[in-house]
């Protein structure tokens, strides 16, 4: 069982790196799933411009960034979103990707790591309302980081003390509901 953790920002400056790193090696510690680190920014993923709806497209899709995006996609049972808040919603680059696929995303678990000047929670709470078209299932437990609080001048993450307890809860929660939606998907194969 594979657990996508996704760099959803593409800034050159970013937090997103970081972040999704600290959960990587978090994730790393575990025995219970695979874990790999995708970053959005490696994929490059145009524009949805297709005339042809995603949904429609049977993973044939026109553009080769979208086709080894939709690969990586693909190749997992389910995901971490690494999201930035910006300005109170989810970042345009990441929804474009997201929106640029859609069988590789179905009836698979997702959790929320965010960050922002609210720790993203307005980010967290858009993602939950998009993955639903998916028929995704969201894991309760987040981890939400303070972009004031918990990163030093230098960029470094500095969580809260409980974060990694919040971590935990997270990760606890999307390898066990990644498992029974991969046996739910498997049983209709």
């Known amino acids: 069982m594979k657990i996508g953790i996704v760099i959803g920002s593409i800034r050159e400056v970013r937090l997103g790196e970081i972040v999704g790193r600290w959960v990587a090696d978090a994730a790393g510690q575990r025995t219970d799933?695979?874990?790999e680190l995708i970053d959005l920014r490696d994929f490059e993923v145009p524009l949805l411009?297709?005339?042809t709806n995603p949904?429609?497209?049977n993973r044939e899709y026109g553009s080769a960034e979208v086709?080894?995006?939709s690969a990586a996609v693909d190749s997992c049972d389910g995901f971490i979103f690494v999201t930035p808040e910006y300005n109170h919603g989810v970042p345009g680059a990441f929804k474009n990707?997201?929106?640029s696929l859609a069988p590789e995303w179905m009836?698979?678990?997702v959790g929320f790591v965010s960050y922002g000047s609210d720790n993203g929670v307005r980010a967290v709470e858009q993602w939950r309302q998009i993955v639903a078209n998916f028929r995704m299932v969201d894991v309760r437990a987040q981890?939400?980081?303070s972009i004031f609080t918990e990163f030093?001048?230098?960029?470094?993450l500095q969580p809260s003390s409980h974060r990694g307890a919040d971590l935990t809860a997270l990760l606890d929660q999307i390898v066990a509901e990644t498992a029974l939606r991969r046996a739910a998907r498997d049983a209709v194969a």
């Open 49 to 51: 411009t297709s005339g």
């Open 107 to 109: 009836d698979k678990a």
């Open 152 to 156: 030093g001048d230098d960029r470094s």
């Open 33 to 35: 799933a695979e874990f």
């Open 67 to 69: 086709r080894r995006w």
């Open 97 to 99: 990707a997201v929106d």
């Open 55 to 57: 949904a429609r497209a």
């Open 143 to 145: 981890v939400s980081l």
